[in-house]
């Protein structure tokens, strides 16, 4: 299976409405998902780094669901060229899909940045309680809650007389099940130096990626009780998950070690094609589920 984390082709999906690289493959979760409900037809609008809030050009906030996706450079500013790629909501100006998947909250909360800053900072713990990152966080959750409730109704407004259902994953946890285990990803070693997050900054780290789960816990039931077709996935119950974190024999995940390899690749925190593939199925497993007890109507998935 190839990595979807290393190439940026997709044969199904229309080269020109991806203008920048965005690590799209045929081996993510979704065409996975595809492949087991046996759909017809599969198109990917995923993309590196997007936020479900408006393109503000902040670090957590280059948009690419609801807005045009801006592209930062090093120093953090967007890109001049080449042009950001349309808003990934655009899509159902053409496309009226019978399932959309969503994941997103992680980039809203800058996570992969918070996660360099844990690992990174050797003097002092930014990474606790009641810290500076703690408060921005606390922020940047409030802001993610809020912006995938936007996206939900938006995907609704757009769908309108043929309502898809909308399952949204929550997240899974890659650190070791057993807690201060230290390996490669846990505590990576360069020049001489060893970066550990083993202890209360793997906990904190833990906890942000708890506290974002049960924001999309609750904005998935408030929205589906008010449509009725929205279901929320929660991946740390994948079938095998715990054996196969950080530090095990075969991690379904990346860890920062990919970055000593590659510098630049994308796939910290990510799933591996092994994990991409277990996702999938376990995901086509509850949408699966639902679809048995919940039959469509001739408006589509949920309430008239």
């Known amino acids: 299976m ?4 290393w190439l940026d082709e997709n044969p199904l999906h229309d080269p ?23 759909a017809t037809s599969v198109m990917d609008v995923a993309c590196t780094g997007s936020t479900g ?35 990934q909501l655009d899509i ?44 921005t966080e606390d922020r940047a959750l409030t802001q993610e809650k809020a912006n995938l409730a936007v996206v939900i109704q938006d995907i609704e407004s757009r769908t309108s007389g043929h309502r898809p259902l909308i399952a949204v994953t929550e997240y899974y946890n890659p650190f070791p099940a ?9 505590a990576p070693s360069f020049a001489g130096f060893t970066f550990s997050v083993v202890g209360e900054r793997e906990n904190w780290m833990v906890s942000l990626l708890q506290r974002m789960d049960q924001n999309i816990a609750d904005d998935v039931k408030e929205m589906n009780d008010r449509y009725g077709n929205v279901l929320a996935v929660d991946l740390r119950l994948v079938t095998g998950i715990d054996d196969h974190r950080w530090c095990s024999a075969d991690p379904w995940f990346y860890g920062p070690s990919i970055q ?25 497993g509850r949408i699966q589920k639902w679809l048995s007890s919940n039959p469509r109507g001739p408006g589509g998935y949920g309430s008239p």
């Open 53 to 87: 809030g408006l393109n503000t050009g902040m670090v957590n906030n280059t948009g690419g669901v609801r807005s045009p996706h801006l592209y930062l450079n090093g120093n953090g500013h967007p890109k001049r060229s080449p042009p950001p790629n349309k808003p």
């Open 260 to 284: 000593l390899a590659a510098s630049g690749n994308p796939a910290p925190f990510h799933p591996t094609p092994q994990g991409q593939s277990a996702i999938g199925e376990f995901l086509a």
């Open 92 to 135: 159902f100006d053409t496309k009226k899909p019978d399932l959309v998947t969503v994941t997103l909250g992680a980039n809203d909360i800058n996570f992969a940045a918070v996660a360099g800053q844990c690992y990174g900072t050797r003097l002092g713990n930014p990474c606790a309680p009641g810290t500076a990152l703690d408060q």
């Open 16 to 38: 020109a409405a991806s203008v920048q690289g965005c690590h799209r493959d045929a081996g993510a979760y979704p065409f996975v998902v595809a492949r087991a409900l046996h």
């Open 178 to 186: 057993n807690g201060g285990a230290r390996c490669v990803d846990t």
């Open 2 to 5: 190839r990595d979807p984390m």
